[in-house]
């Protein structure tokens, strides 16, 4: 995403030019970042930490009315513990991001219940939904269901419905009407309609889906350890809180929820989007800690919540632990800067080079030589699903129409890639291959790469 940021920086017009699945609010913190921090990864992991206390500082005062200090430290040291053991491979992922904009969603909500239904607060919590969207477009059921819960509590309230959940919406279309105007003032407007209705709808959501509670079990090291303690803590919470009910208890139920429905829709199973459930499941787990240090329970259920919350804070340092010692980051840094050293080693100044990657360090590569391509694609995952499909043979063509023309000074296969892996791919991709073959030699083959430059009679 910083190589996108880049580009845009650079000209590029968002999807006209660059083809990619995320939303333009993605783009627009990246650029962010870039401008402030700079591209190295130190800016963008003081960026991640940076957004890592705020969203802390964020379940600590949402909490605190609901579980006291004690509760509200214990939900900002879970999550914290819970994003810090995952590695420096989850820093600023989307769905990380993702929690923070949540939470103050649900601030908002709860503020407007706790005082007399005041419309004020459901502004503010539609603006950061709707930013949320611009991030994920998952969010939008989020936003929706925020939009319920409003209704129930002015209904209960005696108050008009309407005009709540028309603020919660309205407020809610602020950010993505912003970006909409935006891309359609860059002239991205319509590239982003086609993409996302010829590729991404129908396409891209059923590419290489699992089941995700399967993927929890057996893929993800002390993944199902950590859910299953802060599930258990979290139903805890739920149970512990006082009564009545209160409503920021209930808005974590409903966050966890939707949480389980992020995870479960996306149908990846991918570690990262937990990230939700995680954070609603450790504001409960927050809950329970705090019902357990205000004397209100029997010594057995207190040392129940304390040996829970400690088996917790085990696991998942035994994560981070292991994360901190991941070989294949260690890799793929040294696959990066051996490409890098390869590609500028080549004659090719002023020329573009075209990756074919998804995550094995060739538009890393890219963007630390600041190297353009001649195509759009970024990916080449595109071109290996559904591949009858005539949507999928349109980004062939494209994609071979525009190595032909745009004559690359070197085209740079990843042998790592998804869902299609190993060199052997090119085989299913005659046009390219055919174009290997008659115009380029194999000049390079690295550990995880094949540098293929272009031959001086073509």
Same mark, same amino acid.
């Given at each position: 995403?910083?190589?996108?940021?880049?580009?845009?920086?650079?000209?590029?017009?968002?999807?006209?030019?660059?083809?990619?699945?995320?939303?333009?609010?993605?783009?627009?913190?990246?650029?962010?970042?870039?401008?402030?921090?700079?591209?190295?990864?130190?800016?963008?992991?003081?960026?991640?930490?940076?957004?890592?206390?705020?969203?802390?500082?964020?379940?600590? +005062?949402?909490? @605190?009315?609901?579980?006291?200090?004690?509760?509200?430290?214990?939900?900002?040291?879970?999550?914290?513990?819970?994003?810090?053991?995952?590695?420096?491979? @989850?820093?600023?992922?989307?769905? =990380?991001?993702?929690?923070?904009?949540?939470?103050?969603?649900?601030?908002?909500?709860?503020?407007?219940?706790?005082?007399?239904?005041?419309?004020?607060?459901?502004?503010?919590?539609?603006?950061?939904?709707?930013?949320?969207?611009?991030?994920?477009?998952?969010?939008?059921?989020?936003?929706?269901? +925020?939009? +319920?819960?409003?209704?129930?509590?002015?209904?209960?309230?005696?108050?008009?419905?309407?005009?709540?959940?028309?603020?919660?919406?309205?407020?809610?279309?602020?950010?993505?009407?912003?970006?909409?105007?935006?891309?359609?003032?860059?002239?991205?407007?319509?590239?982003?309609?086609?993409?996302?209705?010829?590729?991404?709808?129908?396409?891209?959501?059923?590419?290489?889906?699992?089941?995700?509670?399967?993927?929890?079990?057996?893929?993800?090291?002390?993944?199902?350890?950590?859910?299953?303690?802060?599930?258990?803590?979290?139903?805890?919470?739920?149970?512990?809180?006082?009564?009545?009910?209160?409503?920021?208890?209930?808005?974590?139920?409903?966050?966890?929820?939707?949480?389980?429905?992020?995870?479960?829709?996306?149908?990846?199973?991918?570690?990262?989007?937990?990230?939700?459930?995680?954070?609603?499941?450790?504001?409960?787990?927050? +809950?329970?800690?705090?019902?357990?240090?205000?004397?209100?329970?029997?010594?057995?259920?207190?040392?129940?919540?304390?040996?829970?919350?400690?088996?917790?804070?085990?696991?998942?340092?035994?994560?981070?632990?292991?994360?901190?010692?991941?070989?294949?980051?260690?890799?793929?840094?040294?696959?990066?800067?051996?490409?890098?050293?390869?590609?500028?080693?080549?004659?090719?100044?002023?020329?573009?080079?075209?990756?074919?990657?998804?995550?094995?360090?060739?538009?890393?590569?890219?963007?630390?030589?600041?190297? @353009?391509?001649?195509?759009?694609?970024? =990916?080449?995952?595109?071109?290996?699903?559904?591949?009858?499909?005539?949507?999928?043979?349109?980004?062939?063509?494209?994609?071979?129409?525009?190595?032909?023309?745009? @004559?690359?000074?070197?085209?740079?296969?990843?042998?790592?890639?998804?869902?299609?892996?190993?060199?052997?791919?090119?085989?299913?991709?005659?046009?390219?291959?055919?174009?290997?073959?008659?115009?380029?030699?194999?000049?390079?083959?690295?550990?995880?790469?094949?540098?293929?430059?272009?031959?001086?009679?073509?």
């Amino acid at each position: 995403m910083h190589y996108v940021a880049w580009l845009i920086g650079q000209g590029a017009v968002p999807y006209r030019d660059v083809f990619d699945m995320n939303l333009p609010g993605v783009y627009a913190l990246h650029a962010m970042v870039l401008a402030t921090l700079g591209p190295g990864d130190l800016g963008w992991r003081l960026f991640d930490l940076g957004w890592l206390l705020a969203t802390a500082t964020l379940l600590f +005062a949402y909490c @605190r009315p609901l579980a006291g200090p004690v509760g509200g430290a214990a939900t900002a040291l879970l999550f914290s513990l819970y994003h810090l053991a995952g590695g420096a491979w @989850r820093a600023g992922q989307r769905d =990380y991001l993702l929690c923070a904009l949540l939470i103050l969603g649900v601030w908002g909500v709860a503020l407007s219940w706790e005082s007399a239904d005041a419309l004020w607060p459901l502004a503010g919590a539609g603006l950061v939904l709707g930013a949320a969207v611009t991030l994920k477009p998952h969010a939008t059921l989020f936003l929706a269901a +925020a939009a +319920a819960i409003v209704a129930v509590g002015r209904r209960r309230a005696e108050r008009s419905w309407v005009a709540g959940v028309g603020l919660v919406l309205g407020a809610g279309l602020v950010a993505p009407a912003l970006v909409i105007g935006w891309l359609a003032w860059r002239g991205g407007l319509r590239a982003f309609i086609s993409v996302l209705a010829d590729y991404v709808l129908p396409l891209y959501g059923s590419v290489d889906r699992v089941n995700p509670w399967r993927a929890l079990l057996f893929w993800h090291v002390y993944g199902w350890q950590i859910f299953s303690l802060l599930s258990i803590l979290a139903v805890a919470g739920a149970i512990l809180s006082r009564r009545p009910f209160p409503i920021r208890a209930g808005l974590a139920v409903v966050g966890a929820g939707y949480g389980a429905v992020h995870f479960v829709g996306q149908g990846k199973g991918w570690e990262y989007h937990l990230y939700p459930l995680a954070c609603f499941l450790c504001l409960l787990a927050g +809950a329970a800690v705090g019902a357990a240090a205000s004397g209100r329970l029997t010594l057995g259920p207190r040392v129940a919540v304390a040996s829970l919350l400690a088996a917790t804070v085990i696991v998942m340092g035994a994560k981070g632990a292991d994360a901190s010692r991941a070989p294949w980051i260690v890799a793929k840094e040294r696959t990066v800067t051996a490409l890098a050293e390869d590609l500028r080693a080549l004659p090719s100044r002023g020329q573009t080079v075209q990756v074919m990657d998804t995550t094995a360090g060739g538009i890393h590569a890219l963007f630390r030589l600041g190297l @353009r391509q001649p195509t759009r694609f970024m =990916y080449d995952f595109h071109f290996f699903h559904d591949e009858s499909d005539p949507r999928i043979q349109a980004l062939r063509a494209e994609f071979a129409r525009g190595l032909a023309l745009g @004559r690359p000074a070197a085209i740079v296969v990843m042998r790592d890639s998804w869902p299609a892996l190993s060199y052997d791919r090119l085989a299913r991709f005659p046009e390219v291959e055919r174009l290997l073959a008659d115009r380029y030699t194999l000049a390079r083959e690295g550990d995880g790469y094949r540098i293929y430059a272009k031959r001086s009679d073509s």
